[in-house]
């Protein structure tokens, strides 16, 4: 609890996703989760996040500031659940990128298979790299 000027506790306030799972987005900073929302929320497609925060990680995945987001085969059905034209993965990596630019995401992986997209502040800046999902 944080204690305001006047002495009392101040209310935590709990991040309520409009997209994710609790348990997606629980064990990640605030900053991120705000940010992942906004980002889901332009980009207008549903997101699955296959990695978050992993204790003992030394990269931002472990300083709960990282996720990897899937991205859609043309085939998957969320395609056409959510009434939407199917994407290439191309596609996806180039709209994530772009909005999640906008949001201040100051390092994103553009994997075969999925985006990764963290806030870091203690590893290089502004920085965009491109590599094969394992």
């Not at 300083?63 to 290439?88: Q, T, Y």
């Not at 993965?89 to 390092?107: L, M, P, S």
């Amino acid at each position: 609890m944080e204690i305001q000027v006047d002495g009392t506790q101040k209310e935590e306030t709990k991040f309520k996703s409009q997209y994710f799972t609790t348990e997606e987005v629980e064990e990640l900073s605030s900053d991120l989760m705000w940010k992942l929302e906004d980002v889901r929320g332009e980009c207008g497609w549903p997101f699955k996040i296959n990695s978050g925060y992993r204790p003992g990680d030394p990269n931002s995945h472990g300083d709960r500031e990282a996720v990897d987001i899937k991205l859609w085969k043309w085939s998957d059905p969320v395609w056409k659940e959510n009434g939407l034209k199917p994407m290439s993965f191309g596609q996806q990596r180039q709209r994530i990128h772009d909005v999640a630019r906008k949001y201040g995401f100051n390092r994103i992986g553009l994997e075969s298979r999925h985006c990764h997209l963290d806030i870091s502040k203690r590893l290089p800046q502004n920085v965009t790299f491109i590599g094969v999902s394992r």
